[in-house]
Antibody, heavy 116, light 107 residues
């Protein structure tokens, strides 16, 4: 079975940094592009970033461009999101999702709270 | 950026009814639209991809339709477990964009 398990969330001060991880299993990770999607409390879904299977193509939402970096380690089946210069409006549940057929598979999410 | 408009934030229904949730794209996205269901405290669940293809395991009472700019998710014979939030997504162009969501509630 496909599994995506996010980790690394927590409480961060404004201006701080945090690195999220997404451990993938149950499929050949290196064959699929991957996304990060976030959801602020009681709000809708916002696409954050995409990385292609071989790292050659990366896209970011304008709201995070220049502050967040998506990366992956294919031998370790892990996706990352390095977040810097965090602001209160970055507070959200962060999900990783596998590309292909829309987003067929999502993780359970990891909560990032930006607050003093 | 492509804007996905779900004009109905809330829809009221009864068990056994048929309900249609709509999503309008601000420009032509062909059939690059997916639909998701989300219940409180859970991650989104994929229902439909490429506008009209049901994911494995999704009950056949869920049907997606549309192309270009107008898309519809129809739920026939609504069940109590279908009460949830529903989101559309366009994956034709980056940045990918979601609709704001439609909450399906009981009358």
């Amino acid at each position: 079975d496909v599994q995506l398990v996010e980790s690394g969330g927590g409480l961060v001060q404004p201006g701080g940094s945090r690195k999220l991880s997404c451990a993938a299993s149950g499929f050949t990770f290196s064959n699929f592009g991957m996304h990060w999607v976030r959801q602020a409390p009681e709000k809708g879904l916002e696409w954050v970033a995409y990385i292609s299977s071989g790292n050659s193509t990366i896209y970011y939402a304008d709201t995070v461009k220049g502050r967040f970096t998506i990366s992956r380690d294919n031998p370790k089946n892990t996706l990352f999101l390095q977040m810097t210069s965090l602001r209160s409006d970055d507070t959200a549940m962060y999900y990783c999702a596998r590309s292909g057929s829309g987003f067929a598979y999502w993780g359970q999410g990891t909560l990032v709270t930006v607050s003093a | 950026d492509i804007v996905m408009t779900q004009s109905q934030k809330f829809m009221s229904t009864s068990v056994g009814d048929r309900v249609s949730i709509t999503c309008k794209a601000s420009q032509n996205v062909r059939t690059a639209v997916a639909w998701y269901q989300q219940k409180p405290g859970q991650s989104p669940k994929a229902l439909i991809y490429l506008a009209s293809n049901r994911h494995t395991g999704v009950p056949d009472r869920f049907t997606g339709s549309g192309s270009g700019t107008d898309f519809t998710l129809t739920i026939n014979n609504v069940q109590s477990e279908d009460l949830a939030d529903y989101f559309c997504l366009q994956h034709w162009n980056y940045p990918l964009t979601f609709g704001a969501g439609t909450k399906l509630e009981l009358k």
